[in-house]
């Protein structure tokens, strides 16, 4: 664990600053090593603390606001609907629910949808569904996930999570999980088997460090999930609606898995997750096996309907393929000036410079150069920017970058 103590000094903080700082200190249980900045509010691709100095968002509250902040259309609609229904329970209907179902299912080339509050919920959920479509078999319950992977922090979740430093605290975990070796088709066919009820995968790797499976690789284990008759789950809460410039990461391979997860810009900031599944697996779950109390409420539900509309009117999968070519394009162009920077991933805008040095130290440069970023998997800098950027937003994102790295001395390595 790196904290603020051992970093380079962050500006200094007003009276009002340190009061919210200490507050957090004293009384939230501490599990967020935050960096030193109080967002008051932002627009569009921008955050203000709360002096009023601006930021440019490249992480978009790690990749959940694809429409940037105070989008008219969201605000509109959450006002309309907080003034009808907030919130109903499960136990009744409500017009939104099935109209989102029908949606995502359509959009994912699937059946049926649950919905949920967070990209973990609906991994737990899917997990489920796989061990009951699986439950006629003897010990068919172990799932296989890749190393490197992230797929959240519940303990179903973190069971398939194939990182030692989220996992090792907590176990023992729920049994019966294997780590495959990325893009590494034979370890995946040393792993699957008979017992196996769910193969569980990201298209791209976010948390870990944006690394992109081959589209060989995820037919592959489609074929080899047919065989085992084990249900293949793609888990797109990052890389999906929209982020690589397509629905969903994984449609450029062509195949097709039995769920796919997803979550995080789905209501625009609202917390929301889905379970998409196709048929007979997304029947596997039956009246009373699973359910929610908050989850697919019509506030939450009808403001996702309002950002699958503004992505398709809006035209924005073509936006983000276009603004995404421009700025891997400058990221290249970054690479050939700076010698430290090893490797540019990713696609559409999912992007990350993988660096000889930790990334940490210069996120937080970056940050007092008025530009959000983050630093995962040690050397990585990780770029999430809405959905809705400009290019000469990315152009002056990426100034601030170009002069960071030309003054920047990485501390001795120890
Ligand atoms: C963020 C994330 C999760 C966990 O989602 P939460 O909403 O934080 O629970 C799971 N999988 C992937 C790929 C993610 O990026």
Redesign the pocket.
């Known amino acids: 664990m790196v904290y603020f103590c051992c970093m380079a000094a962050p500006t200094s903080f007003t009276a009002r600053e340190v009061e919210i700082q200490e507050l957090e200190n004293n009384y939230l249980i501490p599990t967020y090593a935050r960096y030193p900045l109080v967002i008051d509010h932002g627009r569009g691709c921008w955050v203000y603390d709360l002096e009023g100095r601006r930021y440019l968002d490249f992480l978009s509250g790690?990749?959940v606001n694809a429409l940037g902040h105070a989008h008219p259309r969201i605000v509109k609609v959450i006002r309309e609907q907080a003034a009808r229904a907030i919130h109903v329970s499960n136990l009744y209907y409500h017009p939104y629910q099935g109209r989102l179902a029908h949606r995502l299912s359509r959009l994912a080339d699937m059946d049926r949808a649950f919905l949920c509050n967070?990209?973990?919920?609906a991994?737990e959920g899917a997990l489920k569904i796989a061990r009951l479509y699986s439950q006629e078999a003897k010990d068919k319950f172990h799932v296989v996930a890749l190393e490197n992977s992230?797929?959240?922090?519940?303990l179903g979740?973190l069971s398939a999570t194939g990182q030692a430093k989220y996992r090792t605290p907590f176990e023992p975990l729920v049994p019966g999980a294997a780590f495959a070796r990325f893009n590494d088709l034979e370890d995946l066919r040393a792993k699957v088997n008979e017992q196996t009820s769910a193969i569980l995968l990201?298209a791209i790797?976010?948390?870990g460090g944006i690394f992109e499976l081959d589209a060989d690789y995820l037919r592959a284990a489609e074929e080899l999930a047919r065989r085992c008759n084990a249900v293949l789950i793609f888990?797109e809460?990052?890389?999906g609606l929209g982020r690589t410039g397509e629905y969903f990461a994984f449609q450029r391979s062509g195949v097709k898995p039995d769920i796919v997860v997803t979550?995080?810009p789905l209501a625009a900031g609202l917390p929301l997750?889905a379970i998409i599944a196709r048929e007979p697996v997304a029947s596997a779950l039956t009246a009373g096996m699973h359910g929610t109390t908050f989850g697919g409420g019509p506030l939450a539900c009808r403001v996702a309907l309002e950002f699958l509309d503004i992505l398709e009117q809006e035209h924005l999968l073509e936006h983000v393929q276009r603004v995404g070519a421009h700025m891997r394009a400058c990221l290249e162009d970054l690479k050939d000036h700076f010698h430290f920077i090893k490797t540019i991933r990713g696609r559409g805008l999912m992007l990350a410079l993988d660096l000889e040095f930790p990334s940490r130290p210069l996120m937080l440069e970056a940050l007092h150069a008025g530009l959000l970023i983050n630093s995962t998997h040690d050397t990585v800098l990780r770029f999430l920017p809405p959905f809705i950027i400009r290019e000469e937003e990315v152009d002056r994102g990426i100034r601030i970058l170009r002069k960071l790295f030309a003054s920047y001395k990485p501390a001795p390595q120890v």
């Open positions: 790690l990749g967070s990209g973990t919920e991994i992230f797929h959240g922090r519940t979740a990201e790797q976010g948390e888990d809460i990052q890389c979550s995080k997750g």
